[in-house]
Nanobody, 115 residues
Framework: QVQLVESGGGLVQAGGSLRLSCAASGSIFSLNAMGWYRQAPGEQRELVASITTSGTTDYTDSVKGRFTISRDNAKNTVFLQMNSLKPEDTAVYYC?????????WGKGTLVTVSS
């Protein structure tokens, strides 16, 4: 089993920044991918960014140039630096870890961007 604990959400004004963290514990394989999905009210969950253990990253188009994903493999922790935040970034952000055809989820952290 894998447990994921997120932190770093909150309320910020448009144009501001937030940094999300997600620490994984449990049976973690040496090869995996971690990242973040988000879900806004009334909308489907969407992939925001992901990063593999080798450092390969992927971003959804709407956050490219504003968000940066990184990870500390020794601590099984993934980070999402969010800059130039917009009201449309408001959502619950869910951390995930994917390994061996399994996906594990955190409970989510709320990010609210006021205009």
């Amino acid at each position: 089993q894998v447990q994921l604990v997120e932190s770093g959400g909150g309320l910020v004004q448009a144009g501001g920044s937030l940094r999300l963290s997600c620490a994984a514990s449990g049976s973690i394989f040496s090869l995996n991918a971690m990242g973040w999905y988000r879900q806004a009210p009334g909308e489907q969950r969407e992939l925001v960014a992901s990063i593999t253990t080798s450092g390969t990253t992927d971003y959804t188009d709407s956050v490219k140039g504003r968000f940066t994903i990184s990870r500390d493999n020794a601590k099984n922790t993934v980070f999402l630096q969010m800059n130039s935040l917009k009201p449309e970034d408001t959502a619950v952000y869910y951390c995930f870890l994917s390994q061996n055809l399994m996906v594990y989820w955190g409970k989510g952290t709320l990010v609210t961007v006021s205009s």
